[in-house]
């Protein structure tokens, strides 16, 4: 079975330039979730879809962050303009319904570097 | 917001040692998940638990639901060098949508000296 697919893996900008990242989750999970990571810290949710709803955006700063899941399937979550603050890993994860308990499968992250 | 805290925060040990590590809250739990992640990967889940006082093992590791629902334990034993990474515990908070928002601690670094 492969596996949650994220893209770029790195990715260094100057603040103030916009930047988009992209999420293939596991075929067949329903519930898509963008996480930030930033250094010596837990994910944090940004933002979660049920197929191609948002069930849960509270964190995102949605001045700046913006998500979509066109078609309940792929997703791309975009920053724009970035600031420094915004460097961090940025972790895709899927799950099959969205229950707590459930396993939540992990990319790779997208590396950010904001300068 | 709601934090889930974890000690030790770093953990320097010898291979073949057993390890303990821990995971408070303020609020009470009905899920506790534990997850490894490993450097330049994202997390990946361990062990998760679904009643208090509950004791589940996964190999080498055995996780403990405790009995307060405010705290959770992980044990590795006999650690080998593939054990190192960031440990963290995680837990379900329900959001406005009544869907499930699960909340990350802030993660145990394990480094294993061979």
């Known amino acids: 079975e492969a596996g949650v697919a994220q893209s770029p893996r790195y990715k260094i900008i100057e603040k103030r330039q916009s930047v988009a990242f992209w999420c293939n989750p596991i075929?067949?999970?329903?519930?898509l979730y963008w996480y930030q990571q930033i250094l010596g810290q837990g994910p944090k949710l940004l933002i979660q879809?049920?197929?191609?709803?948002?069930?849960?955006d509270s964190q995102l700063p949605k001045d700046r962050f913006s998500a979509e899941r066109l078609k309940g399937v792929d997703s791309t979550l975009k920053i724009q303009p970035a600031k420094l603050e915004d460097s961090a890993v940025y972790l895709c994860?899927?799950?099959?319904?969205?229950?707590?308990?459930?396993?939540?499968?992990f990319g790779p992250g997208t590396r950010l570097l904001v300068l | 917001g709601q934090q889930l805290n974890q000690s030790p925060q770093s953990m320097f040990i010898q291979e073949g040692e057993d390890v303990s590590m821990n995971c408070t809250s303020s609020?009470?739990?009905?899920?506790w998940l534990w997850y490894k992640q490993e450097p330049g990967e994202g997390p990946v889940l361990l062990i998760a638990?679904?009643?208090?006082?509950e004791l589940t093992s996964n190999g080498r590791l055995t996780a403990q639901f405790g009995i307060t629902r405010k705290d959770s334990f992980l044990n590795i034993s006999a650690s080998i060098p593939s054990d190192v990474g960031i440990y963290f515990c995680?837990?379900?908070?329900?959001?406005?949508?009544?869907?499930?928002?699960?909340?990350f601690g802030t993660g145990t670094k394990l480094q294993v000296i061979p």
């Open positions: 994860a899927s799950s099959l319904v969205g229950l707590a308990g459930e396993r939540r499968d």
């Open positions: 075929s067949g999970h329903a519930t």
């Open positions: 879809f049920q197929n191609n709803g948002v069930v849960d």
């Open positions: 609020s009470i739990f009905n899920t």
């Open positions: 638990l679904y009643k208090a006082g």
């Open positions: 995680a837990g379900p908070l329900s959001n406005s949508g009544g869907y499930q928002k699960v909340t």
